[in-house]
């Protein structure tokens, strides 16, 4: 064999194991982003027992933080209020039971298809109790009812489809508990204004015939909030114009609540309470005892519609 052509194999040689070096890195590589059947969020399943702080950003920068404190989930931009019971708990099934069942290649169109663009697509974060990341991932679409699209922060050209990302959300309104209060209206006995004193019978009456009554009883059927703020911060502000109405609603076991509906600088707040009335079942007092901490120090921003409601109701 010549020289010349001994060159020619040696080189076709080198590049043919390049290639195949290459194409088997590469193969590796792709497979070990994920592996059909693996826990989505391997490290997090794996300590769910030390799950301390789970961190959600919105491609608008906006944030949520839940903390885990004392076995409670605390929502930390709410100003470390509880964070929604029903929401948290779909969040940790997620965590421990969704799995990967492909990996695709994608590109740039097909991202934001799935919404995991840059302009789309929500970085979860999974952190240890001492604050240690666990796993990092962004969340996509629904691809169906309970499978998702999902990628890895630091791969824009593969994606994920999960198991199951349960009803994840990047809304903070998502992970208030809601509604704040639910008081029935077939167990209401009385309901008391600045103005008047209404008992059930009166109360039922209204309701037939009066829309402003109507709209009182719906309105705190499920009362929702938007924000949250330390009572004190607000109401001892002396740069804001504040004024207040009450209105008590007592159910027929006894239990009255107090709403303290304020107006401050046009933006409806309200401050719960309990207490217990005259009459009263032995359970009403530690039922108060129980759920004041969800209340106090606490003012719940209202959406104007609810907050003119109540505000406005006369009776």
Known sequence: MSKKYFIVAFIFVFVSSVCGIGARLYTSWRDSLSVGGAPTFAATKAKMSHLGKIKITNPDDSEITLLRQDGIWHFAEAKNY????????????????????????????????????????????????????????????????????????????????????????GEAGDWLPYPLLSLPHDEIERIQTPENKLFADEIHKQIMQSSDMRRFILTIGAIDYHGIAFRDELLNNPDLEITTRTVEVELENGLVYILNIHLIDDTYWLEPNMKVGKIARKSVPEFIERNRRLFENWLFQLDDMQGKILYNFKG
Not at 116 to 122: E, Q
Not at 153 to 159: A, D, I, L, N, R
């Open 82 to 169: 509880f964070a929604n019971l029903n929401q948290m708990n779909d969040m940790l099934r997620m965590l421990n039971d969704s799995s990967i069942i492909s990996t695709e290649e994608t590109n740039k169109r097909q991202l934001e298809r799935r919404g995991l663009d840059a302009k789309t697509g929500v970085l979860l974060q999974t952190y240890t109790l001492d604050d240690k990341v666990l796993d990092r991932l962004i969340i996509g679409k629904k691809d169906g009812k309970k499978i998702c699209y999902a990628r890895q922060p630091q791969s824009e050209t593969h994606t994920f489809r999960i198991s199951s990302c349960g009803s994840f959300s």
